[in-house]
């Protein structure tokens, strides 16, 4: 697998597998109880590989696998989405959230002040300064990315071993 440095925060694939889901959902029920390297959890058709708590660090990864069975019943569909901790990700979405509406509100706060002829210097200022955290996000997450990009791998690697591909 391929991780490119395009501009996607929480990388996805997608895989075609010739087996049913119920045996490759038992392969990673089984994964368990066979290693310690990674925490693995189950919930219908999805399943969560984690870092241990111990080694985990604010920007570690985890796998989000959904194995779905095609309509043929013999082959399943793999979806995966390597992501941050689901708690991580909500608190940056929020972040960038409350940027957006900030430098939405100084805008139009700047734009009446300059229709009518009030100084609009300090609305101005405060809106630029919302695209600088904005951008500091975006590197954070980048960064974040980059930190996270071996543990990303071990993932990986991990998924492979479980379902025995190259």
Same mark, same amino acid.
């Given at each position: 697998?391929?991780?490119?440095?395009?501009?996607?925060?929480?990388?996805?694939?997608?895989?075609?597998?010739?087996?049913?889901?119920?045996?490759?959902?038992?392969?990673?029920?089984?994964?368990?109880?066979?290693?310690?390297?990674?925490?693995?959890?189950?919930?219908?058709?999805?399943?969560?590989?984690?870092?241990?708590?111990?080694?985990?660090?604010?920007?570690?990864?985890?796998?989000?696998?959904?194995?779905?069975? $095609?309509?043929?019943?013999?082959?399943?569909?793999?979806?995966?989405?390597?992501?941050? $901790?689901?708690?991580?990700?909500?608190?940056?979405?929020?972040?960038?959230?409350?940027?957006?509406?900030?430098?939405?509100?100084?805008?139009?706060?700047?734009?009446?002040?300059?229709?009518?002829?009030?100084?609009?210097?300090?609305?101005?200022?405060?809106?630029?300064?919302?695209?600088?955290?904005?951008?500091?996000?975006?590197?954070?997450?980048?960064?974040?990315?980059?930190?996270?990009?071996?543990?990303?791998?071990?993932?990986?690697?991990?998924?492979?071993?479980?379902?025995?591909?190259?």
């Amino acid at each position: 697998m391929s991780l490119s440095n395009e501009i996607i925060l929480r990388p996805r694939f997608k895989h075609e597998v010739n087996e049913d889901n119920e045996a490759l959902l038992s392969l990673f029920e089984n994964s368990k109880t066979t290693q310690k390297d990674f925490i693995v959890s189950r919930v219908d058709d999805h399943v969560f590989i984690r870092i241990p708590k111990e080694k985990q660090h604010f920007w570690s990864p985890q796998l989000h696998l959904e194995i779905n069975k $095609n309509e043929d019943k013999k082959t399943s569909t793999i979806h995966g989405l390597f992501g941050p $901790n689901p708690t991580i990700w909500t608190l940056f979405m929020f972040l960038h959230f409350i940027v957006i509406c900030l430098f939405i509100g100084f805008t139009t706060w700047a734009y009446a002040n300059w229709s009518l002829q009030n100084s609009y210097s300090i609305q101005l200022t405060l809106a630029f300064f919302m695209v600088i955290i904005w951008f500091t996000l975006y590197f954070s997450g980048r960064l974040g990315k980059a930190k996270g990009n071996a543990e990303m791998h071990l993932l990986n690697n991990f998924m492979n071993s479980v379902l025995k591909k190259p």
